[in-house]
């Protein structure tokens, strides 16, 4: 989410909107105020709360917020450029250039949101602090205070902002730790180890982004079910926890051990 701040934050704020919309029914989440409202104002540019995107007018007095999901991707047209008939969602500027959201999904998950910015505040409250900004003792007092498995905390964003299900794997892979480790169970070693594998892994992922990596180049444990690991050589596991798929590395991160599944409906059963 970082790189599509940098990305688009200037262009954004180049030109006052001509045209709020089309929106899809699924996509836009608000109706009041109106979207009309943000025509003939100027953006101030794209600020990033966790894996939100908030696009605030210069004037202060409206915020555009938007969720990109798993599916959704924002593309900056100029004027005249040819893109997707149908997008969920549009911001024409004067001049021409075009910002759309697309969403390559049947169900559509991603959504937009105009509010005003006390609304904004409200909608972000519930939001922890930023995976990039937590040192080690500040990792450490949010493990200590909330007994659950890594990989299902690292992903609360009321915990902890900006890491989905792909990065928590390649977190945890990096810093050699069982998805299913209990956090109260770590100690001082394994949290610093954490701390320095969140920051690093996403300015890896940022980096990647901005030279427009694809999610092939960019993950090397997520989605890679059967390649070798690229620490050790042994064969990337998957498992089911919940709804979510995990990836590690049996070899690195649980000591040869192969986790078991722990689907939802199993555990509903
Ligand atoms: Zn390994």
């Known amino acids: 989410m970082e790189a599509w701040r940098r990305a688009l934050d200037a262009p954004v704020s180049a030109f006052p909107i001509a045209k709020a919309g089309p929106a899809h029914i699924a996509t836009l989440k608000t109706f009041d105020p109106p979207l009309a409202t943000l025509q003939g104002r100027r953006l101030r540019g794209v600020e990033r709360r966790g894996k939100r995107l908030l696009l605030p007018t210069d004037d202060g007095e409206l915020v555009l917020l938007v969720h990109l999901m798993t599916a959704g991707r924002l593309k900056m047209l100029g004027a005249g450029e040819n893109g997707p008939k149908q997008p969920a969602f549009a911001l024409e500027f004067a001049g021409g250039s075009r910002l759309l959201l697309t969403e390559n999904a049947k169900k559509k998950r991603a959504g937009v949101w105009l509010l005003t910015p006390e609304a904004a505040e409200g909608e972000l409250a519930h939001l ?9 003792p500040a990792l450490a007092e949010i493990l200590r205070n909330d007994s659950r498995r890594l990989h299902p905390l690292l992903r609360d964003q009321r915990v902890i902002a900006g890491i989905g299900r792909a990065w928590s794997n390649e977190i945890l892979h990096a810093a050699k730790l069982s998805p299913y480790a209990l956090s109260t169970d770590l100690d001082d070693d394994e ?23 694809g999610d092939d180049r960019t993950y ?3 989605n890679k079910l059967g390649k ?14 919940e709804e979510h798929t995990i990836y590690y590395c049996p070899q690195c991160q649980t000591g040869g051990r192969v986790l078991k599944d722990r689907r939802m409906s199993r555990l509903l059963r």
């Open 128 to 136: 922890g602090p930023e995976a990039d900004t937590l040192d080690a």
């Open 191 to 213: 949290v610093a180890r954490l701390a320095t594998a969140m920051r690093d892994e996403l300015s890896r992922g940022l980096a990647l982004r901005e030279a427009a990596a």
């Open 220 to 222: 090397r444990v997520h």
């Open 228 to 241: 070798p690991c690229h620490v050790c050589g042994t064969p990337i596991a998957r498992v089911d926890f």
